[in-house]
């Protein structure tokens, strides 16, 4: 398999006779309903021979493939760096990464949870099921309709944790925490809710996702989740944790996650490592490399590698400008990103510096619009991440959003591994 970006001029049939594989094997992959493409989409191809194109060098074809120079030119008894036009290489199968996979679902109807489950519970250890919150007094909210999507990860012999959030009517509440967490009774009536949680609907753990805690709450969260592995794993419940992505200890609003103090407590760290830019920022990527690099490292620097999951994106973000400024913006999925590029026809673009993918239009009101996602290339960065610096793992938010051919991308590095 290798990715192809679309160039001008180019269509479906010209792709598929030109590297020798079915049309319909490339919408499979690609998860392609029209035959309309855009420049800059990339493609999958699925096939283990490449033919060389006007322009191709040693160097452009392993961009393609993500694999080394050497290794492509040792398995095809290449002499050296100079290529025919029409040659076939081979691109040699990948030696695949063992890996923990920990993806959010959010419960639907009966037979979309069937859909979703059966699909992703192959390329996850792990479901997060979204979401139960907290109350001040420790208690937790109802989720009525959890339990067939419960059976069915277990079915799919895949290991459901239920998350819990300080998750407001008005957003995520720093204040909420901070009284939980200061009284000794509300926290530990919190931990026996949790507990009895897991017990009473056949969850296998939780995830924790308190966003916005303060700094002077730093100590007593690890504290929490040390309390709370130590009420859980006697009885064999996973405790695990979604943290927010900083590069060090300088930033006021993520002192109050000291990584160390978590990485301790838990058996693993979700690291959203995404949302540089968001709603509420002006234009830009949404998963930088760069940034996500510095953010392992530091995480490294502070926890064991097998406690740590990459979280990556399934989405990106369309923000409408005026003037320059930012009027409102919009999360959006990749494939509908894609869809977006393809119904105004402007080219996708794609930044080396950050390894994501952007793009610019105008909507029928004649506003601007700026727009920054991932892409088959940019996912595989970050798989590579996971890999170079042997993390235990990689996970998404969330199932929910359509980005086909990252099940594809997945399947092809790694493996994933069991827990039940």
């Not at 080394?68 to 760096?81: E, K, P, V």
């Not at 100590?219 to 009420?231: A, P, T, W």
Request: glycine share 6%.
């Amino acid at each position: 398999m290798f990715i192809y970006g679309i160039k001008k001029n180019d269509c479906l049939f010209s792709i598929a006779l030109k590297y020798q594989v079915t049309m319909d094997s490339i919408r499979i992959y690609n998860g392609l309903t029209t035959a309309r493409l855009v420049p800059g989409q990339d493609l999958l191809i699925p096939t283990n021979i490449y033919t060389v194109q006007p322009g191709d060098s040693l160097y452009s074809i392993t961009q393609m493939n993500f694999i080394s120079m050497g290794t492509l030119s040792l398995i095809n008894g290449l002499h050296s760096n100079r290529l025919m036009i029409g040659m076939k290489l081979y691109l040699p199968p990948r030696t695949k990464y063992e890996s923990v996979g920990f993806s959010f679902i959010t419960p639907s109807t009966p037979e979309e949870n069937k859909t979703r489950v059966r699909k992703f519970a192959s390329i996850n250890t792990y479901l997060g099921v979204f979401e139960y919150h907290i109350s001040e007094d420790g208690t937790l909210s109802t989720l009525v309709d959890d339990q067939q999507l419960v059976k069915l990860i277990r079915e799919n012999n895949t290991a459901p944790l239920a998350v819990i959030t300080n998750l407001t009517p008005t957003g995520f509440s720093g204040q909420l925490v901070k009284t939980v967490l200061n009284s000794p009774d509300i926290k530990n009536n919190l931990i026996n809710n949790i507990y009895n949680l897991l017990k009473s609907k056949n969850y296998a753990g939780v995830n924790i996702d308190f966003e916005l805690i303060h700094e002077e709450e730093r100590d007593l969260y690890s504290d929490f989740l040390r309390r709370l592995k130590e009420r859980l794993k006697p009885d064999g419940y996973y405790t695990s944790v979604a943290v927010p992505s900083k590069t060090d200890d300088s930033i006021p609003w993520l002192k109050g996650y000291d990584y160390g103090g978590i990485g301790s407590a838990v058996d693993f760290v979700f690291l959203m490592a995404y949302d540089w830019h968001e709603q509420s920022s002006s234009p830009g990527p949404v998963s930088p490399i760069n940034e996500v690099r510095k953010t392992i490292k530091f995480a490294l620097y502070n926890m064991k590698r097998n406690k740590i999951i990459l979280g990556v994106v399934r989405y990106g973000y369309d923000w409408t400008m005026s003037n320059g400024t930012v009027i409102s913006a919009k999360a959006l999925s990749v494939d509908d990103a894609i869809q977006t590029a393809m119904k105004y026809q402007v080219p996708i673009q794609y930044s080396t510096e950050y390894q994501q993918p952007f793009f610019h239009y105008r909507d029928e009101k004649g506003n601007g619009h700026v727009v920054w996602f991932e892409d088959a290339k940019a996912q595989i960065k970050k798989i590579q991440l996971v890999v170079s610096y042997g993390l235990e793992g990689i996970g998404a938010w969330q199932v929910g959003l359509h980005f086909i051919q990252s099940f594809t991308l997945l399947n092809e590095y790694l493996i994933t591994k069991r827990v039940i």
